[in-house]
């Protein structure tokens, strides 16, 4: 009897690691009650050629979150708020699930701040919740972001209808190391920032990181497969996505991912090493990336 207990014990235990194996970590992210996930589902392909269909894209969702994916990135111009739409419906019927859901906005209105309350209210009807867990200013220009109008509108949510203040920032700024956005975030309440950051395009290791630690400002980072390019055997980027200094360092750090079996893996690690950000924003068109990407640590 004791040893049939014994084994009962090494049985559920084992089981128990097997389950952790597979499921994500969680971070913790300021003026957030529920970690996120350290992968956040991007939506940004939900209604392209390989997820066409709701029932498609909802088999997608509730894999993700069997695989502890609990954090999900939208727009309110992704496929004209559809991807808002879609997401919205995933919440209502996984209302007992501690889901967490980033949003950006402006674009759709050109950063006007006389159509910005209608714009947040529109992203909560989509999404079908009372608050946004975290509203993104949209990758919008200098200009735009140093609108004090725009920020009285998006503080007077705070903590009302919008948990917490996002910057995505324009990858054009990597490029001309501009980081007057970044330096402004505290001045508008802001405490997350969202930069494009991979192998290929590595630009924010500069300063970026340093200035975003001084702020104490958490840090998601996107694209981290150069949106699949890194996977390809014929590699061809576009002039955005390079610089001349770091061409031939960039395709000597690729050559060295392929040789390993879980490439996808190895990128995510590195970038989640380099960047130290609390999560990754990927796009995955199917079942099987979902599960391949789930086993990061």
């Known amino acids: 009897m004791i040893i049939l207990l014994f084994d009962c014990c090494i049985l559920i235990i084992q089981i128990i690691q097997i389950i952790k194996y597979f499921i994500l970590k ?19 392909n939900f209604f392209s050629e390989k997820l066409k269909t709701k029932k498609k894209i909802f088999r997608l969702l509730d894999t993700s979150v069997s695989y502890g994916y609990n954090f999900f990135d939208t727009a309110e111009s992704y496929s004209d708020g559809l991807c808002e739409r879609v997401l919205g419906e995933f919440l209502i019927k996984n209302k007992h699930k501690k889901l967490i859901v980033a949003t950006k906005i402006g674009p759709s209105i050109n950063f006007s701040p006389k159509k910005l309350q209608l714009s947040i209210d529109n992203c909560l009807k989509r999404l079908k919740v009372d608050v946004l867990d975290i509203c993104y200013f949209h990758s919008g220009s200098n200009k735009k972001f140093l609108n004090d109008d725009f920020w009285n509108i998006m ?26 956005q970044i330096k402004n975030c505290k001045k508008y309440n802001i405490s997350l920032v969202n930069l494009l950051f ?59 991912f392929k040789i390993y079996k879980n490439m996808n893996l190895n990128i995510l690690n590195w970038v989640q090493k380099k960047s130290k950000c609390k999560s990754i924003v990927l796009g995955c068109s199917s079942i099987k990336q979902i599960k391949e990407n789930a086993i990061l640590k």
């Open 26 to 44: 969680n971070n913790k992210l300021n003026k957030l009650d529920v970690k996120v996930s350290n992968l956040c589902l991007g939506t940004d």
């Open 155 to 180: 503080n007077k949510n705070l903590n009302q209808k919008i948990k917490v203040l996002g910057l995505s920032l324009q990858s054009k700024y990597l490029h001309d190391k501009d980081y007057i």
């Open 198 to 256: 991979n192998p290929v395009f590595p630009q924010a290791e500069n300063r970026f990181f340093s200035i975003l630690k001084e702020n104490k400002l958490d840090l998601i980072t996107r694209v981290p497969f150069a949106r699949g390019d890194l996977f390809k055997n014929d590699i061809k980027f576009k002039k955005n996505e390079l610089t001349e200094v770091n061409i031939t360092e960039a395709f000597n750090r690729i050559k060295k």
